[in-house]
């Protein structure tokens, strides 16, 4: 089976095209909604989750880490088929920690960043037994107090703000002032506070950026990680357990972008995991989110009117950026693209006309497509949404005009 091609936008690969329809595997949509119950919703589709993980496996080298952020699709069924295909589970809240620990994965592949952890956040982690990574000196004496009084020794990791920043991503979480990590300059301090406890360092996490779709700017990153992280260990007496290189793979979501390089990224992990061994006696990590899921993610909604206003067409939808803030464009970009969309039971159909496909609420950011050319549309047409397995309902305003949640299937 091949993978849809959409005039302006790369191939859809993980769904395929039954006569008119759009379909997961063997289910064609209009069958899916009617499993679901009705529109809107979201679909992810199990064997692309899968297929994704295997070709990421079969580019990186096998000693190479691979773990889950789970931030990017916290439901979870998608949270448990995770659990069974990468090496760890990234959370950054008590409710992601209760998914990660509900899969049954173990505790020690199990870590905790964020930077506004509460002191029961700390407790429960420690109380869990899964690696603290830490954001700051406080939240380093949180823990060893928490660590104290439940009278377990916590697992401690330090996420380090590096003096570099991470090229060409489309949000930068490091390098210069910023409230994620530790600067660089006060690691060593809290190396020896973690010592100076009885306690070891279990390891370093950096994390300087998400959505690079540039493989050199990655590689240049995580070559200056396990850089700095010699630099931070050196002399220390006892070694680590690991070196969290961040992630920040990209999906491109929008005309004009491509799929990120994987060979050129492996071959540098290659070396990168050699001299981690050598120098720094650890394996790398690489956490990753949307790169994981995006791709897997369709939301589909109905079309409830068709109106013309001054020569533009508008389809207005069950769906909208209450459930899908990041297709609306309205979730950090500074100029709206349009995520890949179609006319989901019109797949046969060509693109004859210019529409826009907008959402149920009272305001003019809740645009799914803007001006796009779609097969000619109508009430009870299907509109499906790509690239949505990723920053979908977790990530949006729900509460938002009152309108009900989205529904969420695997497939
Ligand atoms: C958000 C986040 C991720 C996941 O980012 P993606 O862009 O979805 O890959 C991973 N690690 C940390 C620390 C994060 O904050």
């Known amino acids: 089976m091949s993978g849809i091609v ?10 395929q095209r039954l006569g008119a329809e759009l379909a997961l595997g063997a289910l064609p949509v209009s069958r899916l909604v009617e499993r ?31 773990h889950y952020a789970i931030k990017a699709n916290p439901m979870p069924a998608v949270v448990q088929l995770l659990a069974g295909l990468v090496d760890g589970l990234d959370v950054a809240s008590a409710a992601e920690l209760r998914a990660a620990l509900d899969t049954g994965t173990d505790p020690a592949r199990i870590s905790f960043a964020g930077p506004g952890k509460t002191a029961a956040e700390i407790a429960q982690a420690v109380a869990a037994g899964v690696t603290l990574n830490l954001e700051s000196e406080s939240q380093l004496e949180q823990a060893l107090a928490a660590g104290e009084r439940l009278g377990l020794a916590p697992q401690l990791a330090l996420r380090v703000n590096p003096a570099f920043e991470l090229k060409a991503a489309g949000m930068r979480m490091g390098g210069g002032p910023r409230p994620f990590g530790i600067d660089e300059e006060r690691v060593p301090a809290a190396i020896a506070r973690i010592r100076a406890a009885g306690l070891r360092l279990r390891g370093l996490h950096v994390y300087s950026g998400s959505q690079n779709l540039n493989a050199a700017a990655l590689i240049e990153s995580q070559q200056r990680v396990v850089a700095l992280a010699e630099r931070l260990c050196a002399g220390a007496p006892e070694g680590m357990d690991w070196l969290n290189l961040g992630g920040g793979f990209g999906v491109p979501y929008f005309p004009g972008e491509k799929p990120l390089e ?47 206003s001054h020569g533009q067409v508008f389809l207005v939808t069950d769906g909208g950026l209450h459930h899908h803030l990041a297709a609306s464009g309205n979730f950090g970009q500074v100029l709206r693209k349009n995520y890949p969309v179609a006319i989901a039971n019109r ?24 001006r796009m050319a779609l097969p000619s549309a109508g009430p009870g047409d299907l509109v499906a949404v790509f690239r949505s397995g990723a920053y979908g309902p977790s990530a949006s305003p729900a509460a938002f005009l009152s309108h009900p949640p989205a529904r969420e299937v695997l497939v």
Request: charged letters at 20%.
């Open 347 to 370: 797949l046969d159909a060509d693109a004859t006309e210019v529409q826009s496909v907008v959402g149920p609420l009272c305001t003019p950011l809740d645009l799914l497509a803007d």
């Open 36 to 66: 679901v119950g009705g529109t809107p919703f979201y679909a992810y589709h199990r064997r692309a989750i899968v297929d994704r993980v295997a070709s990421l496996r079969a580019a990186l080298p096998a000693a190479l880490h691979l």
């Open 262 to 308: 994987l060979a050129p990224i492996g071959e540098a992990l290659s070396a990168l995991v050699a001299r981690a061994r050598d120098t720094l006696g650890v394996p790398l990590v690489l956490e990753l989110g949307r790169y994981l899921v995006a791709e897997a993610g369709v939301y589909v909604c109905r079309v409830l009117d068709r109106k013309v």
């Open 6 to 15: 959409f005039a302006q936008h790369a191939t859809v690969d993980a769904f």
